[in-house]
């Protein structure tokens, strides 16, 4: 019976995440939005706004660059099912998920370069200047940020003796004195500068304007309309949920459902809305503070990201 | 054995059928050696997959010494690699030779090249396997030259390759000479009964200096000058054959000397050469991101990737040492998997670059694009092994690195300092070449492949031969098998490791899926594909429900300009600058902007040249100043020859003179 009961549960979390995840991202990037708007003193759009974009993207015409090849309408798929995947197998609502057993880091890591891949060569593919310049700052700026991420996650399941993401929060959860370590909190502030590389958001990139000088993101995806763009920007948003309940459940894991219970499940879907909630609120609040950096001068910052990734290693291996 | 025996026939045959008239040569020369690498894959899988070692020994062959060869699960591996990659190279040339390949000589070098692939790691004494070290080394040394005629590069690069190979060769022969001196024969199972009583310290001199000429054919940073000249001058079924197995040699000669001839020896040695592979790693990845030319793009990742294996060996032979016997098999497996991957995917990128320079005339990527509407196989071919080279999950490089991962994390349990600093460096090299290596792949299919054509040859492009789609094709499948299905590979490179260290460590593989019980480490490649291509063909289900079957097509945007050029694209050059600017204090680039303004003012121009190269620092800075002093010693010796007949009576007569006083 219990086989059965936690197939059953297993399924329902995985679908639970991704669903969550998809509505969540969105608002969460409104609620950014919002409260920048408010912190300058403005109204800002209602929160609801880019779930309302993605609808009117929806029902616009597809179409297709000329010179562009399969490429062009492959990306999205391509990023929006990484991306799924990635979230399917996390323990975002609950400890276990289907597949959580192969929710490794490095699954992890490498779904979400898939997608930046598949990002970069979309913005290539119809041979432009802007898709050319916005693939090259984007894979830069990856290349970079990317063993950030790897290295600060790889010195959690040092710690954890595991690299199974799900083994990392459950031995989270039974050591509560770790998330105050050294280790931790560097790992934490190298983890959110990746992730503020990774999801284009200031000082890295101005995800609010098309100025060519600047733009990264915007740029690489210029060649897209409608549905096509719906996905690529679900695809992103979803992306950044993502990141930010993983930050969330790798550094303050509780209220995650850990038993088959769907009391439980149900507290783990509060929970995780209110620490990604957090975690904008203090992603929003940072970038109301900054101003974009130069482009060159964005590799210290993400090398001070690694450097602390590093040290966060390191400072695990020395207090154990 | 006899399987293997008769390949290496066939291989021989194959070299001498190149004798044949021109008509019938390449296609029956091909036709055995493809046969030949049949016969010996099929041996070397049936010791893979049942164990057990199988010997053979012939007096008659080499005489007075005679000819030692055994067939063990380690050098199964490899000759597993070669001749999977020799077989699709033999398939490749059937449509390829047209040019360079078709002279008698280089044909049948060609096949010799192969057949000592497959025999170096099968020879099992010291004579035999400096014997097909040596051949490996001069065929494929001659086999670079066979395009001087048209390019100079071809005549300097084999130079730098037979300089290199032959210090190296003299290394590895000196070192290997030691331990016969000091042991009971010369072959490796005499070498291994004697290793254990031999001095702590001509152990250690006998493996640091073979190191050297194997670290040198690994193509491990500093000793890899020759690398980046020689396979892209190479033919490409050359070339993919150089960089995924011969590469690989070197790798093999040390696990071979280091981990089973001397018993694992001492931490230091893998401390070592786990920085070798560091190193390497992370400078063959920073290079592969800034070079233009595609075979030298793929001839810096595989240095990358060899860096990689080094660090994998390096760091099973510390944790060996300092007794994590199953740690150390984890590390080693992965190394030997990642070897396995890289010959798939490396060769299939080789033979693709060769389609492309065949197709188009260049392998320069600033002249290329477009070409996935051109060379629509090729293009698949090369997006399915980089995919493979950027780990993208579900491909090969994805589960190798995995297990390198695993290895090292695993490793971080031991006490000491020296060997933590290794994984800890591991670790860090693991993920900056990851996001090295993606940028250098994305603009390598993104730059060749995509956009518009940069020159007439890439516009007037068409795909290749049939025989050569097989092949490149072909060299796909160890990509996607060793990705999805790692479950049935690894018992066959546990059982590879299983003859350089002893460890009770068993992987479990259930169905397809890959589990380290002991290490609480899963990973199940085949259920993670599935739910991606479920996604993937629910979204294309959606789009073609819910919106019309075709889009339009319009004009990219052009800032509101009807005019798109194909000069407007961003180039490779372009596409690696931020990179190069960011690491410029290791790569060291020489820019130059020359701006000829118009007579009138200056504010208007009438004409830009910006140059830009990237030069390997090491070679530059290491091995110039000891060329240039060779040269200068050179030509001072020349003003004493100057082909005076006159002057050389002279030296003969003072030279008479002054051994006539020195006697008196």
């Known amino acids: ?201 200031l000082p890295v990139d101005n995800p609010a304007t098309h100025l060519e000088l600047t733009m990264i993101h915007e740029a690489m995806i210029l060649e897209y309309a409608g549905p096509e763009l719906a996905v690529i920007t679900l695809g992103a948003s979803m992306r950044l949920g993502l990141l930010f309940s993983l930050i969330a459940n790798l550094f303050f894991p509780w209220g995650i459902a850990t038993d088959g219970s769907y009391a439980a499940l149900s507290l783990g879907v509060v929970a995780l809305v209110a620490k990604t909630a957090i975690v904008a609120l203090g992603i929003a609040l940072i970038e109301v503070r900054s101003a974009k950096l130069r482009l060159f001068r964005l590799p210290e910052l993400l090398a001070g990201g690694f450097v602390l990734s590093v040290l966060a290693v390191i400072a695990g291996l020395v207090t154990r | 054995m006899a399987l293997l025996l008769i390949g290496f026939g066939l291989c021989g045959l194959a070299a001498l059928s190149s004798s044949l008239p021109q008509r019938v040569r390449v296609v029956v020369a091909s036709s055995l050696g493809a046969l030949g690498c049949a016969f010996a894959f099929s041996a070397a899988m049936g010791v893979l997959v049942h164990g057990g070692t199988q010997s053979f020994h012939s007096a008659r062959i080499l005489p007075t010494i005679g000819l030692s060869l055994s067939l063990d699960p380690l050098g199964s591996l490899f000759v597993l690699a070669s001749s999977f990659v020799g077989f699709a190279a033999c398939i490749y040339c059937i449509g390829y030779v047209r040019g360079e390949l078709r002279s008698r000589t280089a044909m049948s070098l060609m096949m010799v090249f192969i057949l000592t692939l497959l025999a170096v790691p099968v020879a099992s004494s010291v004579v035999s396997f400096m014997f097909f070290w040596e051949l490996m080394a001069l065929s494929s040394m001659l086999l670079i030259l066979t395009d001087q005629r048209h390019s100079g590069d071809a005549r300097s690069a084999a130079l730098w390759y037979g300089v290199m190979t032959q210090l190296g060769a003299a290394a590895i022969l000196f070192g290997l000479l030691l331990l016969t001196l000091h042991g009971g024969g010369q072959t490796f199972d005499d070498l291994r009964t004697h290793a254990s009583s031999l001095h702590g310290a001509v152990r250690s001199f006998a493996f640091v200096i073979s190191l050297l000429g194997f670290a040198s054919k690994a193509g491990a940073v500093p000793l890899h000058v020759w690398l980046p000249k020689a396979h892209p001058e190479a033919p490409s079924p050359v070339s993919a054959l150089m960089s995924s197995s011969m590469v690989a040699m070197g790798v093999y000669g040390i696990i071979r000397v280091g981990g089973q001839l001397l018993h694992g020896g001492v931490v230091w040695w893998w401390v070592v050469v786990a920085l070798f592979g560091v190193v390497s790693a992370l400078y063959g990845a920073l290079h592969a991101t800034t070079s233009t030319d595609v075979k030298r793009l793929l001839a810096y990742s595989t240095i990358d990737i060899l860096g990689l294996v080094l660090v994998g060996v390096g760091a099973s032979g510390a944790l060996y040492d300092t007794g994590h016997p199953d740690v150390a098999k984890l590390a080693l497996m992965s190394a030997l998997l990642l070897v396995l991957a890289h010959a798939g995917f490396k060769g299939a990128l080789f033979l693709s670059a060769g389609s492309i320079e065949r197709s188009t005339g260049t392998r320069d990527l600033d002249q290329l694009g477009g070409l996935v509407h051109r060379m629509p196989v090729t293009a698949t071919v090369f997006l399915i092994s980089a995919g493979s080279i950027m780990a993208v999950p579900t491909l090969s490089g994805f589960s190798s690195e995995w297990l390198l991962l695993q290895g090292l994390l695993h490793g971080f349990t031991v006490t000491s300092t020296s060997t933590l600093i290794i994984m800890l460096l591991g670790v860090v090299s693991l993920a900056l070449t990851g996001g090295l290596t993606a940028v250098a ?4 299919f993104g730059i060749g492949f995509l956009g518009q054509p940069r020159s007439v040859g890439a516009d007037q492009a068409h795909d290749v031969t049939v025989t050569m789609k097989i092949a490149m094709g072909l060299l796909t499948v160890p990509s996607i098998v060793i990705g999805v299905l790692p479950g049935l590979v690894i018992p066959l490179v546990s059982r590879a490791a299983g003859v350089a260290l002893s460890s009770d460590l068993s992987p479990v593989t259930k169905g397809t899926s890959l589990i380290l019980s002991q290490f609480r480490g899963v990973i199940k490649p085949s259920l993670l594909l599935i739910g991606l291509l479920a996604v993937m063909l629910a979204l294309w289900l959606g789009s073609r429900l819910l919106t019309e079957r075709r889009a339009r097509v319009v004009d990219a945007w052009a800032c ?105």
Not at chain 2, 441 to 444: E, G, I, R, W
């Open chain 1, 1 to 201: 019976m219990s086989a059965t009961t936690s197939n059953v549960f297993s399924i329902t979390a995985t679908l639970l995440q991704i669903v969550l995840v998809a509505l969540l991202g969105p608002l969460l990037i409104g609620f950014m939005a919002k409260t920048k708007a408010r912190a300058e003193g403005r109204v800002g759009a209602p929160i609801v706004q880019p779930l309302r974009d993605i609808r009117k993207l929806l029902s616009k015409q597809r179409l297709h660059a000329r010179h562009a090849s399969v490429i062009l309408p492959l990306a999205p798929m391509v990023i929006l099912a990484s991306t799924t995947v990635a979230i399917a197998i996390s323990p975002l609502v609950a400890t276990h998920p289907l597949l959580g057993s192969s929710a490794d880091v490095l699954v992890i890591v490498y779904l979400l370069l898939t997608g930046s891949v598949a990002a970069a060569l979309a913005g290539l593919d119809a041979g432009t200047a802007f898709g050319g310049m916005g693939a090259s700052r984007a894979m830069t700026i990856g290349a970079l940020a990317e063993p950030a991420l790897l290295v600060a996650v790889i010195a959690m399941s040092i710690q954890s003796g595991t690299s199974n993401l799900p083994g990392i929060v459950a031995t989270t959860m039974t050591h509560p004195n770790w998330v105050s370590g050294p280790s931790r909190l560097l790992a934490l502030v190298a983890l959110v500068i990746v992730v503020i590389a990774e999801t284009g958001r």
């Open chain 2, 441 to 444: 792949f994305v603009k390598a």
């Open chain 2, 560 to 664: 509101g300009r009807d005019l798109q050029t194909p000069r407007m694209q961003y180039t490779a050059t372009s596409f690696a600058e931020p990179l190069q600017r960011v690491f410029a204090d290791v790569l060291q680039p020489q820019s130059d902007l020359e701006v000829t303004h118009v007579a009138e003012s200056q504010y208007y121009e009438q004409s830009l040249t910006y140059e830009n190269q990237v030069r390997d620092v090491i070679e530059q800075r290491g091995y110039r100043p000891f060329i240039d002093v060779t040269l200068r010693a050179g030509g001072l010796a020349r003003r004493i020859q100057n082909g005076s007949v006159h002057r050389y009576l002279a030296f003969g007569f003072v030279a008479l003179l002054v051994i006539l006083v020195v006697i008196a």
